[in-house]
């Protein structure tokens, strides 16, 4: 049975690869980032986002959710991003979505043969037997240009376009910082992880590194 830990900073084309891996080797993927933004989403949506006891609120709304993952754009907001940071610190709240993923993997194990989990802390908290474990990196210019990218704005003017690019460069590096710091499950490299720049590659050339790294693998799956 296979695990496949992807981790990276934000933007940084870990979901891309993610889901191309599951459809190649036919693994379902959980992009437990998703499962942060939607908590951050119903807090917001609730009006709970500024509650004095937001550690409380944040695990009371992430028990009343069903994390069966749809595409919603609206969760792929930069709003939603900071927040979900933010509550991504809480040591509670990551225990409940802690236990999910970890039923997520152990399920789709059984099932499936195989499964591959993308976040910040999946190869070194969530499956740290995993057979192959990924940090994906670029630097911030390259995926602030992505993140913009996938929002698929067309500009009246190059000047709205440079200053949406800046305040993305801003936001996602205040997002890196406070997952780095964080004292619960840092954004951190596995030891044993391959860490892969994807600046100067695109998303199929990386998973052609990756499908390499992975079928060239001496690595035996249990
Ligand atoms: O897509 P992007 O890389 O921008 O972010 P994401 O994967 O959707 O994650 C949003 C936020 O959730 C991150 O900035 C982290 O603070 C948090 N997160 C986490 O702490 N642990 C995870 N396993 C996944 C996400």
Redesign the pocket.
């Known amino acids: 049975m296979i695990e496949i830990a992807i981790?990276?900073?934000?933007?940084?084309g870990?979901?891309t690869l993610a889901k191309k891996l599951s459809l190649k080797y036919k693994f379902p993927y959980l992009?437990?980032?998703?499962?942060?933004?939607m908590v951050a989403y119903d807090l917001i949506y609730q009006k709970k986002k500024y509650s004095s006891n937001l550690e409380l609120e944040s695990c009371k709304t992430a028990k009343k959710i069903d994390f069966q993952q749809s595409e919603n754009i609206q969760l792929?907001s930069e709003e939603i991003?900071e927040l979900?940071?933010k509550i991504?610190?809480f040591p509670d709240l990551?225990e409940i979505?802690n236990s999910q993923?970890i039923e997520f993997a152990k399920k789709n194990k059984k099932k499936y043969g195989g499964c591959i989990l993308?976040?910040?802390?999946?190869g070194t908290k969530?499956l740290p037997n995993a057979n192959f474990k990924f940090f994906i990196n670029a630097s911030v210019e390259i995926r602030a240009k992505r993140?913009l990218l996938e929002k698929n704005i067309s500009f009246l003017h190059e000047n709205d376009e440079k200053c949406m690019l800046q305040s993305l460069i801003i936001e996602?590096n205040k997002?890196?910082v406070?997952?780095v710091k964080?004292k619960v499950?840092p954004?951190v490299p596995a030891e044993d992880a391959f860490i892969i720049d994807t600046s100067l590659i695109d998303a199929n050339e990386l998973l052609s590194i990756v499908t390499n790294i992975i079928e060239g693998s001496s690595k035996k799956s249990d």
Do not use: C, F, H, N
């Open positions: 981790d990276g900073t934000a933007a940084s870990k979901g992009d437990t980032g998703l499962m942060y933004r792929r991003a979900a940071s991504a610190s990551r979505l993923q993308d976040g910040r802390d999946i969530i993140r996602i997002r890196d406070s997952d964080r499950s954004l």
